[in-house]
């Protein structure tokens, strides 16, 4: 069994940053692309930022410049940091990653969200 576990959420300021976490865990063979989304209240869920098991990255227009996605290969681990955070980064913000299992399935995960709330 594959799980995603997501910390760092949290209330910040506008102008503030906050860091996320997620850690995978369980019976994992490889993992590739992984990746954060978000959703506002009445909103669709949408890509954030995205990393290849390589290393190759990319942004929400939204957010270039301001957050970075970055993975521990080793600690199987996605972070995501946000910086000069704005009212309208508040979300909830879900880990994803596509895994392929030790018995071969490929799947994709998601964790469980984090609430990033940015307000004064």
């Known amino acids: ?9 949290g209330l910040v300021q506008p102008g503030g940053s906050l860091r996320l976490s997620c850690a995978a865990s369980g019976s994992i063979s490889v993992i590739y692309t992984m990746a954060w989304y978000r959703q506002a209240p009445g909103k669709q869920r949408e890509l954030v930022a995205a990393i290849t098991s390589g290393g190759s990255t990319n942004y ?3 957010v270039k410049g301001r957050f970075t996605i970055s993975r521990d290969n080793a600690k199987m681990t996605v972070y ?15 880990c994803n990653a596509n895994i392929r299992d030790l018995s071969g399935w490929y799947n994709t995960y998601w964790g469980q969200g984090t609430q990033v709330t940015v307000s004064s």
């Open 60 to 62: 929400a227009d939204s």
């Open 80 to 94: 995501l940091q946000m910086n000069s955070l704005k009212p309208e980064d508040t979300a909830v913000y879900y």
């Open 1 to 9: 069994q594959v799980q995603l576990v997501e910390s760092g959420g």
